[in-house]
């Protein structure tokens, strides 16, 4: 048996506008997706955390990750997901397909039995959906001795990641397959480009508390698409904006500066609420935190999900939290990437 694992992700800035070639920077955090791998002549899955089973023929998950590329192709050209999120509307739909594509993309006849659970919060914007894309790709690369490159591992994984959001621009399954604290960017091409901050920001994050609004009633492929239909001339100065502040946030954390960081994050969040990305829960909280000298912003594709917040005092941040009705929480950012355990 193999057993490998990958982590979520956490956006620090740079939401939405990193689907349309601006920076992002993201850091792995301290929650995973675990995947135990065994040789099998069909595809079995059991999902402990959602306490399901299923059982396909290895053919029939061939077959429907070949449907879903199809389906991907024609929402790609109409800008319309909307029949390939129904085809993939569920975690055992998912899993499916992502085995089938995983299976294609290595050339592998035969089968697998796969257990998963995980520590990620579904829908929260903390990339679970990549993360277990990264483990499922890890576990059975490594069951059938693929020995698959990280840049490999990755690209397998955008691929999964596009039949359940469409566009994305890469940055969760490129976190979660390499970890750490990274710059991301895509190219003039679209294709990946990514940094790591280990060296130029070497220190711990701290004083940066998480916190569960509510599942977002969209999902992030619905986000991203809406995001899109927006008329360009109100949406590209937003996008540009929090490119720019994402940029600035480089420099305030290289240089420790969290006045600067604080300003940023507020900045950002105020450009993803004029493009329609927030809730009245989250607005009420953010404003409670910034009323005492904070920031925050909800993280990945907003809508609900996880609000990531900041200030010098954590205790008084998490008070603030509490005192709203939600439940705060830490955890490691700049995690270890995917591994085998």
Sequence with gaps: ??????????????????????????????????VEAEKHTKVRVHSRSQNQRS??????????????????????????FSKLFGFVNDGQSFKKVAIGIILHRLNITTGVSVTTYGDIPLGSGLGSSAALAVALVKAISELY???????????????????????????????????????????????????????????????????????????TGELISMVRELDPAFREPRIKAIGQATRDMRAALRDRDFAKVKELINLAWKNLSELSLSIPEADEVIARIQEMGGAA????????????????????????IRDAGFTPWETELGAEGARVE
């Excluded at 193999?2 to 956006?11: D, E, L, N, Q, V």
């Design 1 to 34: 048996m193999i057993k490998t694992s990958a982590p979520g992700k956490c956006i620090i800035i740079g939401e939405h506008a990193v689907v349309y070639g601006e920076p992002a920077i993201i850091a792995a955090i301290g929650k995973r997706a675990w």
């Design 55 to 80: 059982e396909w023929l290895v053919d029939d998950c061939i077959d429907s990750a070949m449907q879903a590329k199809a389906m991907w192709m024609h929402g790609f050209e109409s800008n319309d």
């Design 145 to 219: 001795g693929k020995n698959l490159s990280l840049e490999e591992l990755n690209r397998i994984a955008l691929d999964i990641e596009k039949l359940v959001h469409g566009t994305p621009s890469g940055g969760d399954n490129t976190a979660s397959c390499y970890g750490g604290l990274i710059w991301f960017q895509k190219d003039e091409r679209g294709r990946p480009r990514l940094e790591s901050l280990e060296n130029e920001i070497p220190y711990r994050l701290e004083n940066f508390v998480l916190a569960y609004i509510k599942r977002p009633v969209k999902t």
């Design 297 to 320: 912003k909800l993280c990945g594709a907003c809508g609900g999900g996880i609000m990531l917040a900041y200030h010098e005092d954590k205790e008084a941040l998490k008070k603030v």
